[in-house]
């Protein structure tokens, strides 16, 4: 089983700044690696798929980047509707298809 | 558009079992494999249980195999999840998700999930 390890656990940061969530994966899952973000009482919502392909309706301070075993999202300037807990998941050959524990952006 | 609608959970104690439903409409369910992955109580995302679009594949994770099982009925557009042997771990909310690769059942070719229900809670309690 593939293991994904996400950091920062917690980043607290300000509305207007620039931020870079990070992914590590155990071994390589080449480009498929795809973010979340989870808001309190709602289901996922598909950010990035492909390491770096935005998905429909996914504003443009949305980027991701990487392949193999390092991935980063990077949201350019933070809104206040992005505060949030972002996962990142694997997709790699065969299942599972497993997530990384998470990172939530808290406002500073 | 795309909508994912799950049902069945509630209570259960601990050993007996549950099945999950999910009603799937708006884009051609019988092309499309479908995830299910559940969320502990203020926990993270843990992948659960996938099925390829005709039903051939199944494939789950280690702490629910030989526990659970994904089954679909593309004639009723809906996709399934019979859960036994319960136990207090399992409590969390179930969402099925449909999975973004068409006519794929096979390692390599799956796209993750690009869509999801709302879920639905399955609590494990004598």
């Known amino acids: 089983e593939i293991v994904m390890t996400q950091s920062p656990a917690t980043l607290s940061v300000s509305p207007g700044e620039r931020v870079t969530l990070s992914c590590r994966a155990s071994e390589s899952v080449n480009f498929n690696l795809a973010w979340f973000q989870q808001k309190p009482g709602q289901p996922p919502r598909l950010l990035i798929y492909g390491a770096f392909s935005r998905a429909t309706g996914i504003p443009a301070r949305f980027s991701g980047s990487g392949s193999g075993t390092e991935f980063t999202l990077t949201i350019s300037s933070l809104q206040s509707e992005d505060f949030a807990v972002y996962f990142c998941q694997h997709y790699n050959n065969w299942p599972p298809y497993t997530f990384g524990q998470g990172t939530k952006l808290e406002i500073k | 558009q795309v909508q994912l609608v799950e049902s069945g959970g509630g209570v259960v104690q601990p050993g007996r079992s549950l099945r999950l439903s999910c009603a799937a409409s708006?884009?051609?369910?019988?092309?499309?494999?479908v995830h299910w992955v559940r969320q502990a109580p203020g926990k993270g995302l843990e992948w659960v249980a996938l099925i390829s679009y005709d039903g051939s594949n199944k494939h789950y994770a280690d702490s629910v195999k030989g526990r659970f099982t994904i089954s679909r009925d593309n004639s009723k557009n809906t996709l399934y999840l019979q859960m036994n042997s319960l136990r207090p771990e399992d409590t969390a909310v179930y969402y099925c998700?449909?999975?973004?690769?068409?006519?794929?059942?096979?390692?390599?070719?799956?796209?993750?999930?690009?869509?999801w229900g709302q879920g639905t809670l399955v609590t494990v309690s004598s």
């Open positions: 708006g884009f051609s369910f019988s092309a499309y494999g």
């Open positions: 998700a449909k999975d973004k690769s068409r006519f794929c059942s096979g390692g390599g070719c799956y796209g993750g999930e690009d869509y």
